[in-house]
């Protein structure tokens, strides 16, 4: 059975960093992502990395959010560094066992087959 599991949210000063984690399991994922929504908002993807370690940021975030792969392929983090008040969202993975290479990291997608329930970050002061 497919699962995906988000954990390390939490609250942050402005230009703190937090290090978000996911673990899928259930199968092999070959595409993981990261995406956000905050209140009154639609859901926004913000990262990918794909099964050769490629990865792909929305604009947003580029240069301050780092994806990365822990000692099992179905585990990612997202390092988040400079926070700001406009990161306050809830942070979701997801995970898809269809798209390899670049069929995940060519554009950023919003069609993952599997999702965590969310981890909530918060940047005020």
């Known amino acids: 059975q497919a699962q995906v599991v988000e954990s390390g949210g939490g609250s942050v000063q402005p230009g703190g960093s937090l290090r978000l984690s996911c673990e899928a399991s259930?199968?092999?994922?070959?595409?993981m992502g990261w995406f956000r929504q905050a209140p009154g908002k639609e859901r926004e993807a913000i990262a990918a990395?794909?099964?050769?370690?490629?990865?792909i940021y929305s604009d947003s975030v580029k240069g301050r959010f780092t994806m990365s792969q822990g000692t099992h392929s179905n585990i990612v983090y997202l390092q988040m560094n400079s926070l700001e008040p406009e990161d306050t969202a809830m942070y979701y993975c997801a995970a898809d066992p269809r798209w390899a290479w670049d069929r995940c990291t060519r554009t950023l997608r919003n069609d993952f087959k599997y999702w965590g329930q969310g981890t909530q970050v918060t940047v005020s002061s």
């Open positions: 990395m794909d099964d050769e370690d490629n990865t």
């Open positions: 259930g199968a092999t994922y070959w595409c």
